[in-house]
T-cell receptor
Framework: GESVGLHLPTLSVQEGDNSIINCAYS??????FIWYKQESGKGPQFIID?????DKRQGQRVTVLLNKTVKHLSLQIAATQPGDSAVYFC?????????????FGSGTRLSIRP | ETGVTQTPRHLVMGMTNKKSLKCEQH?????MYWYKQSAKKPLELMFV???????ENNSVPSRFSPECPNSSHLFLHLHTLQPEDSALYLC??????????????FGEGSWLTVV
């Protein structure tokens, strides 16, 4: 079946360094992707999205890169701060009209070393 | 403040109890969703409502009963749950239901523990 997976369940980064969180998807028809941040005890928070007609999109301190050839996307966080500690997961839309065709990854927990 | 408010934030209930989760969105969206989030598992879609009409039921057991009186409010009625139903239940909304391209915004969730 279709899947969305993150490469690492956990990631530890030195404060001030850049963080890179990866996500792979299986459905080549996926045409829209979102990254969410979920802090402990809270619901998922929208960070940034990208459509399949783009390779890169930048937000405030975050950049999402999409490589459709290898069905991979990444979230880059610049100058990682303690407030960035959370679980990050990606979601991919399979090009369908059904909400059940949204596939969510299980998440990467980002921890920040002082 | 996400624009999607869920109550209660925490709920402990016995297997014979009846309780309800409530969700309200202040974003002017037309689609609302219930998701289940269990530890170390991806989000599982439960129900989708569009203009207060249910459009998807993702094979959810009948002990979960949703209700959507209008586009801004969504309930999840709980009855005779099992311990394995303990999870974080997330309400979400989007401008319209899919097709793709409509960002889904989540509430803070209701932590449910079934004892």
């Amino acid at each position: 079946g279709e899947s969305v997976g993150l490469h690492l369940p956990t990631l530890s980064v030195q404060e001030g360094d850049n963080s890179i969180i990866n996500c792979a998807y299986s459905n080549s028809a996926s045409d829209y992707f979102i990254w969410y941040k979920q802090e402990s005890g809270k619901g998922p928070q929208f960070i940034i999205d990208i459509r399949s007609n783009m390779d890169k999109r930048q937000g405030q301190r975050v950049t999402v890169l999409l490589n459709k050839t290898v069905k991979h996307l990444s979230l880059q966080i610049a100058a990682t701060q303690p407030g960035d500690s959370a679980v990050y997961f990606c979601a991919a839309w399979g090009g369908y009209s059904s909400a059940s065709k949204i596939i969510f990854g299980s998440g990467t927990r980002l921890s920040i070393r002082p | 403040e996400t624009g999607v408010t869920q109550t209660p934030r925490h709920l402990v209930m016995g297997m014979t109890n009846k309780k309800s989760l409530k969700c309200e969105q202040h974003l002017g969206h037309n689609a609302m969703y219930w998701y289940k989030q269990s530890a170390k598992k991806p989000l599982e879609l439960m129900f989708v409502y569009n203009f207060k009409e249910q459009t998807e039921n993702n094979s959810v057991p009948s002990r979960f009963s949703p209700e959507c009186p209008n586009s801004s409010h969504l309930f999840l009625h709980l009855h005779t749950l099992q311990p394995e139903d303990s999870a974080l239940y997330l309400c979400a909304s989007s401008q319209t239901p899919l097709p793709a391209g409509n960002t889904i915004y989540f509430g803070e969730g209701s932590w449910l523990t079934v004892v």
